[in-house]
């Protein structure tokens, strides 16, 4: 069964600096997407980033970039220059690939906290 | 561009009482998910629907929970009646075209619906 893993629960970093939010995944299918969402304590889900299975480069999008270890199936979130305004929960999720419906399995979540 | 709207924000009911949810998607995005999450858990889907068919309602306690989406713009899904294990945020998303196992087509969330049942 596909399943989504984030081991870590809470994580702190000082402002301005880089922090990496690890996510591993388990799946047997060869092609699948990955995503990243940010969830504030207002509640909403928003999404940062994608990465696909067959990309030949890791997905980046301004501050957000993915390191992706398809060999380890590890997809961690790197946040470079880390703003106050990034601590939040954030969501590794995976489109589910035994069925055709592209419905999301989401991990458990990691809670970060930037320090000033 | 709008969001995907959704009312109420926050709810509180004692249980065995009903209560309904409102989502609104991006304008025009066929398909419309909702999810469920329970505190400190990621969300689980419970209905996904594509324009105003259902795709999946596998997960969907459909002995007390209902949803539809008439028209396949918004859609309502409903408690009847609710327990206290229901507790969660339920949270509405849309997308532009969905399905695919490697599609990039992204789902949009809503602030979500925060359900307290006493």
């Known amino acids: 069964a596909q399943k989504i893993t984030q081991t870590q629960p809470g994580m702190f970093v000082q402002e301005k600096e880089a922090v990496t939010l690890d996510c591993t995944y388990d799946?047997?299918?060869?092609?699948?997407?990955l995503f990243w969402y940010k969830q504030p304590s207002s509640g909403e889900m928003i999404f940062l980033i994608y990465?696909?299975?067959?990309?030949?480069q890791n997905a980046t999008e301004g501050r957000y970039s993915l390191n992706f270890q398809k060999a380890r199936k590890s997809a961690n979130l790197v946040i470079s220059a880390s703003q106050l305004g990034d601590s939040a929960m954030y969501f590794c999720?995976?489109?589910?690939?035994?069925?055709?419906?592209?419905?999301?399995?989401f991990g458990q979540g990691t809670t970060l906290q930037v320090k000033p | 561009e709008a969001g995907v709207a959704q009312s109420p924000r926050y709810k509180i009911i004692e249980k065995r009482q009903s209560v309904a949810f409102w989502c609104n998607p991006i304008?025009?995005?066929?398909?419309l998910y909702w999810y469920q999450q329970i505190l400190g858990q990621g969300p689980k889907l419970l209905i996904q629907?594509?324009?105003?068919?259902?795709?999946?309602d596998s997960q969907l306690p459909k002995d007390r929970f209902s949803a539809e989406r008439l028209k396949g713009v918004d859609s309502t899904l409903k408690i009847q009646p609710a327990k206290l294990e229901d507790s969660a945020v339920y949270l509405c998303?849309?997308?532009?075209?969905?399905?695919?196992?490697?599609?990039?087509?992204?789902?949009?969330f809503g602030p979500g619906t925060r359900l307290t049942v006493l």
């Open positions: 999720a995976m489109r589910e690939t035994t069925s055709n419906t592209g419905k999301l399995i």
């Open positions: 799946t047997s299918d060869p092609s699948y997407g």
């Open positions: 990465q696909g299975s067959y990309d030949q």
């Open positions: 304008s025009g995005h066929a398909t």
């Open positions: 629907f594509q324009n105003n068919g259902v795709v999946d």
């Open positions: 998303a849309s997308s532009l075209v969905g399905g695919g196992k490697t599609s990039t087509d992204t789902q949009y």
